[in-house]
């Protein structure tokens, strides 16, 4: 079911004074569309998660579920949470200890008062749908996170929810089992074809999920797309050093304009941008200008670039297949993620900074 957020704010009262914990948050997420809210800690994610659930009251903006009202701009309306048809997984899975794996999934069906023959059938599919079937009686504390995460998941789904809401659902799992439960959920989600708001501040899990992403800062959308789109074209430095294995460089660096080109001053160097680089840069005006280039787009390129940038490698960082460098040139260090595993700290390298693959901000831009 289609999920719309209109100018959505939430202020707390608290001992602190008010905390505006949502700013005028405006979402479309499309039926069965996966939807991943991403931003650091503290930013809002679960608030509007649980705005979304109608476990909290909007102090501004109307919600909508499946063309539904479910909490209107004058605050006359608004359907509380076991109406509006929603399944909830949190970081911390709630299971019952004394009750069997069964009987923990069967739980929402048994309070919505279903036939017993019913019920055996829809936990038998959620189980197998899962891959948990063959611990259908063991009790919670029999098993490992992932399997005790994926029950709670089982739960959720076994009612057939209009939207399925995910707050930060992996955080306690180890490093392994949460790459592969990523993989499950995503595999699930398809699969069920249930539209889903996921809340995460680990970027891998949102880009690696997502079919669009909000990303958020105190409070406020500070930009929406797919993960192609946030991680190609950042809106803001924010944006730029959030997504990405590894944070972009942003490095404030003067623009000259010299015989009709835009150009870069890296060090001694000069590198002449790209028309549409140059456009860009004009339009920020060329004061004041961050650059930003992903360590993964500069290359070693060990004297035989066509745009030599010379620098001294001052840290390797062995991540295994590939090596994060620290590359100082004159005032300025670039971090360039390699598979050369030949530099050594100390040696003198020859960078190749594409022109194309270059990012402008406006420096002092905010979200
Ligand atoms: N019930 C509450 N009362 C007061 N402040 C709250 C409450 N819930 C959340 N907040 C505040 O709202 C902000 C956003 O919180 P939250 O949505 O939990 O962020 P996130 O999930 O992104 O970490 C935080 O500053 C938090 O302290
Ligand atoms: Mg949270």
Redesign the pocket.
């Known amino acids: 079911m289609r999920l719309v957020l209109s100018d959505v704010g939430k202020t ?3 001992l602190r004074g008010p ?1 505006r ?2 700013r005028d948050v405006t979402l479309a997420i499309g039926e069965g569309e996966l939807f991943v809210l991403l ?12 705005l979304a659930a109608g476990l ?1 009251k909007p102090t501004s903006g109307e919600i909508r579920l499946g063309g539904r009202v479910v909490a209107s701009r004058d605050g006359k309306v608004f359907v509380p949470p076991k109406e509006r048809n929603v399944a909830m997984v949190f970081q911390s899975y709630a299971l019952y200890p004394h009750l069997t794996v069964f009987e923990n999934i069967a739980f929402p069906l048994r309070v919505a008062g279903e036939k017993k023959g019913d019920i055996g059938h829809a936990v038998a599919q959620a189980g197998k749908t899962l891959g948990i079937s063959d611990i259908l009686q063991a009790r919670p504390a029999e098993l490992s996170g992932g399997q005790r995460q994926r029950v709670a998941i089982a739960r959720a789904i076994v009612r057939k929810p209009a939207l399925f809401l995910l ?2 659902p992996l955080s306690n799992l180890d490093a392994g089992l949460r790459a592969s439960t990523r993989g499950e959920l995503k595999r699930l989600q398809r699969e069920l074809g249930v539209t889903t708001l996921y ?1 995460t ?1 680990d970027q891998t899990e949102a880009m690696t999920l997502g079919d669009r992403i909000a990303l ?1 800062r105190d ?1 406020a959308v500070v930009q929406t797309g797919t993960p192609r789109d946030l991680y190609e074209r950042p809106e803001t430095p924010f944006a730029a050093s959030f997504i990405g294995s590894t944070p972009m460089n942003l490095l404030k660096i003067p623009v000259l304009e010299e015989g009709g080109n835009a150009v870069l001053c890296l060090g001694e160097t000069r590198l002449i941008l790209p028309p549409g680089q140059a456009a860009r840069v004009r339009r920020l005006g060329t004061a004041g200008i961050l650059f930003g280039i992903r360590p993964e787009h500069v290359r070693i390129a060990r004297g035989t670039a066509d745009r030599p940038v010379t620098g001294t490698v001052t840290s390797v960082e062995d991540l295994g297949r590939e090596s994060l460098l620290q590359v100082r040139m004159g005032e300025m260090s670039l971090s360039v993620l390699t598979g050369d595993k030949t530099v050594r700290e100390g040696e003198t390298v020859v960078l190749d900074i594409p022109p194309e693959e270059a990012h402008f901000f406006a420096e002092g831009n905010g979200p």
């Open positions: 707390f009262l608290s905390v914990a949502v931003g650091p800690s503290g930013c809002g994610k679960s608030t509007v998660l649980n909290v707050d930060e809340v501040h958020l409070g």
